[in-house]
């Protein structure tokens, strides 16, 4: 899903595009190491307007036997050797100390 806003004045207050023009406001990329992406993009000259993680992750890990992922004593590091799906995991706690477990789906099973 994608959302387009269009409006007279962008969030900067720069004046509207002209017919034929473009003006690129947001892009999402995907990077495997955040803090460099950030030196390289800001090198480039482009404006950071968020950056927001806002949990600490784990380290993606897989299971040592089927049920693991409730044991920390069982995770092996690193995501599943053989790319299953639903055999990488993650884990997270909300701000109140629930414990939430991320779960890598790549294809989903039938009927899900």
Do not use: C
Request: overall charge negative; proline content about 9%.
């Amino acid at each position: 899903m994608s959302t387009v806003e269009v409006s007279g004045e962008s969030a900067t207050g720069s004046p509207p595009v002209k017919p034929g023009e473009m003006r690129l406001e947001l892009v999402v990329v995907p990077v495997s190491d955040i803090d460099r992406a950030k030196e390289f993009y800001g090198s480039l000259g482009w404006r950071l307007d968020a950056d927001i993680r806002g949990a600490q992750v784990s380290k993606v890990f897989h299971e040592a036997m089927p049920g693991a992922r409730f044991h920390d004593s069982d995770h092996l590091p690193g995501p599943a050797p053989d790319s299953a799906t639903y055999g990488s995991f993650a884990t997270f706690n909300d701000p109140d100390g629930n414990g939430w477990l991320l779960q890598e789906i790549t294809t989903r099973l039938p009927g899900r």
